[in-house]
């Protein structure tokens, strides 16, 4: 982030202050609680956000060196995203040429090559096929030819796209729309990942989104958890293209405003949670990266998973650096799966027994959280 945003968001923070007010919508916005129970919807979303669009599958340092590897298979399209040796990452469709079988599992690194579990056919980490067993047994079979079905992939930022079914390039200047300039200032290429932890829940996936997108909550639901730390019913908003970038300031900002504007660190003194359409959840915090991958589960609408990723500026080279992400993480956790979710779980069962109202309400001062149910359902159309 540059520093003229710095600035430009502690001064929006401290007007707020002044006046005693947030970023707010011009009305409220009546949302309907079919798109968190409608079947027929919930397919097209998976089909046109989940497997048409670029999806974020990880950040680059979980493929630091040739022939480190990936596997995805939240889209419902089975995924390998290798680093080649040319140091591209590329993504296949996880499956053999010869009968379909699965080249690899879980995460790792390869020589140069994969070799398919089933026959032994192997193909090079830019999916050729390279060796055959008993290849005069395959005559007239175009062996030349034969490579992996590859899949649009786009690097850039420290973060690796792909987009599931299709062949259309990913162009990243027309899905970021202006959030390069944050992006590239946070360097995610010198991060380091430090764990990654899987979460279910009996919710819509876009429920889950809508978690993360209003502070109004902090002071009921986490009144001693995050209300302590933030200021209360206070976020700066601000859209980028179908992306949004949403700001919860610390109670620390005000320190800023005794200090030459040169040095205010607004990341340092407020959580910045993104959202980078369709399903992807980033948070900065002061010291490290969290990312939210969430993604519809079970082929039904009122569940959901997410990976919750943590990244850290500096590899942990102590027990002491250990305890402490192990319970920063623990809290993060504890946080959403004590007092979040099962606020959330509470809400879909209501939604899902069609007896409640037909529409929810979001308020003025929950800007991020209408902005994205709105680009939501206009994907759709
Ligand atoms: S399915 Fe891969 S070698 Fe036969
Ligand atoms: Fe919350």
Not at 55 to 65: A, E, G, M, N, R
Not at 164 to 186: K, S, V, W, Y
Not at 304 to 323: C, G, N, R, T
Request: with cysteine.
């Amino acid at each position: 982030m540059r520093q003229q945003t710095h600035t430009a968001l502690s001064k929006r923070v401290f007007a707020h202050i002044r006046n005693k007010t947030t970023d707010r919508r011009p009305q409220v916005t009546h949302h309907a609680v079919s798109h968190y129970t409608c079947p027929q919807r919930f397919q097209q979303e998976r089909r046109k956000l989940f497997r048409e669009l670029p999806i974020l599958i990880t950040l680059s340092c979980q493929l630091p060196s040739p022939g480190s590897f990936i596997t995805d298979d939240n889209t419902g399209v089975p995924l390998l995203i290798v680093r080649g040796d040319d140091g591209k990452a590329r993504a296949f469709i996880n499956a053999c040429q010869h009968r379909g079988a699965r080249l690899a599992d879980g995460q790792g690194r390869v020589k140069r090559r994969f070799t398919c579990p089933y026959h032994a056919w192997s193909f090079t980490t830019d999916g050729q096929l390279a060796q055959l067993p008993h290849s005069a047994d395959f005559t007239g079979f175009d062996q030349q030819n034969c490579r992996l079905q590859e899949r649009p992939v786009a690097e850039a930022y420290g973060m690796i796209w792909v987009r599931p079914e299709g062949d259309a390039a990913i162009h990243m200047a027309d899905m970021l729309c202006g959030l390069e300039d944050d992006l590239a200032h946070f360097n995610f290429t010198d991060y380091h990942h430090y764990e990654t932890r899987r979460i279910d829940v009996a919710m819509n996936w876009k429920l889950v989104i809508d978690t993360f997108l209003e502070p109004y909550h902090f002071a009921t639901l986490h009144r001693t958890t995050v209300a302590p730390i933030f200021l209360p019913n206070m976020c700066l908003f601000d859209a980028f293209g179908r992306n949004l970038r949403e700001a919860f300031p610390r109670r620390t900002i005000t320190e800023l405003m005794d200090k030459p504007e040169a040095e205010w660190d607004f990341v340092y003194h407020s959580a910045l949670v993104y959202v980078l359409y369709p399903n992807t959840v980033f948070v900065m915090q002061a010291d490290h990266a969290e990312v939210w991958r969430i993604f519809p589960s079970k082929d039904a609408v009122d569940q959901a998973h997410m990976y919750l990723e943590f990244y850290i500026p500096e590899p942990v080279q102590s027990d002491k650096a250990k305890a402490h992400w192990d319970a920063n993480m623990d809290l993060v956790c504890r946080t959403v799966l004590d007092e979040d979710f099962p606020v959330g779980e509470g809400a879909q069962k209501g939604f899902m027994s069609g007896t409640g109202r037909s529409h929810i309400v979001f308020g003025q001062n929950e800007p991020a959280l209408a902005f994205f149910e709105e680009t939501m359902a206009q994907a759709l159309g």
